[in-house]
């Protein structure tokens, strides 16, 4: 878990880049240049073992917790926010690539996949 200080520092740090329709998002952290890209699939759920469920505001919030855990591999979010205006967040161990027999429509989720070039 990350203290205050840097949880600031990451913040401080973080760029978030909204690139086009396809809703690629990429994640550039200045000092140690990480960066990953997620690709959203609407109304999908990849049923494999979790690092950890929690919640989160913003999807943004859900990524950076996937971004500072090395072993999360992708995501699985809600598709709308609760009462308490937020959204259930699962980090993943694998993706679906490795288990398309677990990648199922799910109209109250959305999966997001680590994209690579």
Not at 53 to 65: G, I, K, N, S, V
Not at 84 to 99: A, G, Y
Request: hydrophobic share 40%.
């Amino acid at each position: 878990m990350l203290s205050f200080l840097d949880f600031l520092n990451f913040f401080l740090f973080l760029r978030l880049i909204v690139l086009d329709d396809a809703r690629e998002i990429h994640f550039h952290h200045d000092s140690s240049m990480r960066f990953a890209s997620f690709v959203e699939h609407k109304s999908r759920y990849l049923q494999v073992s979790k690092h950890s469920e929690t919640r989160a505001r913003e999807f943004t919030d859900c990524a950076m917790q996937c971004l500072t855990t090395p072993s999360c591999i992708s995501l699985n979010i809600g598709s709308s926010k609760d009462q308490r205006e937020t959204f259930w967040c699962e980090l993943l161990l694998d993706d679906m690539f490795n288990n398309t027999q677990n990648f199922k429509e799910n109209a109250t989720s959305r999966h997001f996949s680590k994209w690579v070039s």
